[in-house]
C-alpha cells in the first residue's frame, strides 16, 4: 500500500492485543511512515502464533513482550511509555502523563476496560485484569481459607477451576455455570468434571508469558495507582501458582441464580447478630452455621452469609474511557464505550476506537454480537487499521467477514471450546479430543 501523504503520524493508545494489532497492521500498511504507539505498561501484549482455524474460527497465542521486541521487528514503530493525560480532538493532538504532546493524523483508541468491581474501596474485594493485579491475586491467595468468586464469565470459569488448596463458594446469577459460553448441556458436563477431583498433572501452556520483572517494578513506582494494564490473554494463570494454604484439590460451592446483596467487615456483621452458614460439604444437604470469625462476610439475594478471607469481583469490564472525555465530544454506548461505526470511526473526526473501549453501534448480523474477549480485540484492531489506512488513501472497505459471524476458540477445565454463535459450544477432551455424549455424562454436540 502506496505511502499517504504526510500530516503527522498514525497514533495508536493502548499496549493491549487490540493495540498493538492495530500498530502492526498501520506498520506493514505504511511502510515509511511514523506509526506511535502510546502504552503505560512496560510490557505489551503481541499476538503470535496466529492460525487460521477455519474462516470464522482463529486461535493464536498471546505473548507479553518488552516493547523494544515490537520496535525491533517494525523499525517504524515507536513505542512511548506513559498514560495519556488529555486528548484534544480538535487540535488533533494527545497530552501524555510525561509532559510530552503528540500530534496525530489519525488515531485509534485501545485503552482497554476496567474491572467492574462490586465495591470499590473496598480492601477484601478484588478485580482481576492485568497481569499485577493477578499476581496480586496469588499473593493473597498463598494465606487464604477460602474465597468467593462473584460471576460467571471467562475469568471466573478459569478461577474455580485453577484454584486449589482453598475453600471456594462462586456465586452466579445464572441457573448454569457459563451461560455466556455453551448451553446447559454443557455447563452440566463441565459442573461434574469441576465437582470431582483434579487428577491429571497440570500441563504447562502453550502461550508463554514473557516477563521483565526489573522493568515492571520500576515503572509500578512510576505509574499511578489508577493507570490500567492491558488484558489479560488466553492462559494468563499458566505462570501462576493458585495454591491457598490448605492440602486439598478442589472444594468448590456454587451459589445459582444470586447476586452479591451486601458486604459486611467483620465488626460490622457482629453488630447484625445474622448467622452466617459454614461451607457446605459435598453431597451433605444439611445447614450448618459457621462458628469461624472471617475477615469479610457476604450476603446473597438468595438469603445465605458466607465469611471468606476475600472477594473475588469478576463480574465484566467498564470500557476505559475516562482519560479521553474531558473537552470532547463522544458518543458513548449504553455501556460506557466509544460509540464506533462500521468502520471503527467514532463520532469525532479522524478517531477510532477498538478493542474493550469501544462499542460496536452498527446494525449487526443476527450471528453476531460484541463480546470484550481477546479474539475480538484483535480482529477489531487489525480492522481497524484497514479502515485507518483506506481513509488515508481515499480508498473504499468493505466490512471484515470476522463481524458476520461471532466464533471463539478457547479453554475451560482443560477442554477445548468451540464457540460458535452465543451458546453453542463443543467441549473436546484435550488429551484424546474425543467426543463426549450424554450417555457417557459428557455432552451432546
Same mark, same amino acid.
Given at each position: ?7 503527522g ?22 511502510p ?7 502504552t ?5 501484549k ?12 482463529e486461535?493464536f ?5 518488552p ?22 480532538s480538535?487540535?488533533?493532538?494527545i497530552?501524555?502523563e510525561?509532559?510530552?504532546?503528540h500530534a496525530y ?5 485501545c ?11 473496598n480492601?477484601y ?5 492485568d497481569?499485577?493485579s ?19 464469565g ?12 482453598c475453600e471456594v463458594i462462586w ?13 446447559? !448441556?454443557?455447563? %452440566? &458436563?463441565?459442573? /461434574? ?6 487428577? $491429571?498433572? @497440570?500441563i ?9 520483572e526489573?522493568a ?14 492491558s488484558?489479560l ?9 493458585l495454591? !491457598?494454604?490448605? %492440602? &486439598?484439590?478442589? /472444594? ?6 444470586? $447476586?452479591? @446483596?451486601?458486604?459486611?467487615?467483620q ?5 447484625t447478630k445474622k ?13 450448618t ?5 472471617w ?8 438469603g ?5 478471607d ?14 479521553f ?8 454506548g ?33 450471528v453476531?454480537q ?23 488513501l ?5 466490512m ?8 471463539h476458540?478457547?479453554?475451560?477445565f482443560?477442554y477445548?471450546?468451540?464457540t ?10 484435550s488429551a ?8 457417557t ?5
Open positions: 500500500m502506496a505511502a499517504a501523504r504526510s500530516l503520524p498514525f497514533v495508536v493508545v493502548g499496549g493491549g492485543i487490540a493495540g498493538v494489532t492495530c500498530a502492526e497492521q498501520l506498520a506493514v500498511n505504511f515509511t511512515e511514523d506509526i506511535v504507539l502510546v503505560a505498561s512496560p510490557v505489551i503481541a499476538v503470535t502464533n496466529f492460525k487460521q482455524v477455519s474462516k470464522v474460527l486461535e497465542d498471546v505473548e507479553e513482550q516493547s523494544t521486541v515490537l520496535e525491533n521487528r517494525f523499525p517504524n514503530i515507536k513505542v512511548i511509555e506513559s498514560g495519556v493525560k488529555q486528548l484534544k480538535e487540535e488533533h493532538c497530552f501524555t510525561d509532559g510530552r504532546q493524523r489519525k488515531l485509534c483508541l485503552a482497554g476496560a476496567k474491572p467492574k468491581l462490586i465495591c470499590e474501596g480492601p474485594v478484588l478485580g482481576i485484569r497481569t499485577d493477578a499476581q496480586e491475586f496469588q499473593k493473597q491467595l498463598t494465606k487464604a481459607k477460602r474465597i468467593m468468586i462473584v460471576g460467571n471467562g475469568i471466573a470459569l478459569e478461577l474455580v477451576y485453577e484454584i486449589e488448596g456465586a452466579i446469577k445464572d441457573k448454569a455455570i457459563g451461560n455466556t459460553f455453551f448451553d446447559a !448441556g454443557a455447563a %452440566e &458436563f463441565l459442573t /461434574s468434571k469441576l465437582m470431582s477431583e483434579k487428577s $491429571e498433572a @497440570k504447562a501452556p502453550k502461550r508463554t508469558i514473557y516477563t521483565i526489573g515492571r517494578k520500576e515503572n509500578r513506582s512510576k505509574a499511578k495507582a489508577d493507570n490500567v494494564g488484558a490473554g488466553p492462559d494468563w494463570h499458566g505462570g501462576l501458582d495454591k !491457598g494454604p490448605q %492440602e &486439598f484439590s478442589h /472444594s468448590i460451592h456454587i451459589e445459582t441464580r444470586c $447476586e452479591v @446483596k451486601k458486604i459486611y467487615l465488626e460490622e456483621f457482629k453488630i448467622k452466617p452458614l459454614a461451607f457446605p460439604k459435598h453431597q451433605d444437604k444439611s445447614v452455621l459457621d462458628k469461624e470469625m475477615p469479610v462476610y457476604v450476603e446473597l439475594t438468595n445465605k452469609i458466607y465469611g471468606c476475600f472477594l473475588v469481583s469478576a463480574t465484566g469490564v467498564t470500557p476505559n474511557v475516562q482519560p472525555l474531558h473537552g470532547n465530544n463522544f458518543d458513548l449504553e455501556d460506557g464505550g466509544l460509540k464506533v461505526d462500521d468502520q471503527m470511526r467514532t463520532s469525532l473526526p479522524d478517531i477510532y476506537a477498538a478493542g474493550d473501549i469501544c462499542t460496536a453501534c452498527w446494525q449487526p448480523s443476527p453476531w460484541q463480546m470484550r474477549l481477546w479474539t475480538q480485540a484483535r480482529q477489531m484492531g487489525w480492522y481497524a487499521a484497514k479502515c485507518m489506512a483506506a481513509a488515508s481515499g480508498h473504499p472497505i468493505d471484515d467477514f470476522s463481524f458476520e459471524l461471532f466464533a476458540v478457547t479453554k475451560f482443560n477445548k471450546c468451540l460458535v454463535h452465543i451458546k453453542k459450544c463443543k467441549a473436546f477432551d484424546q479430543f474425543q467426543r463426549k455424549t450424554q450417555k455424562s459428557g455432552l451432546c454436540t
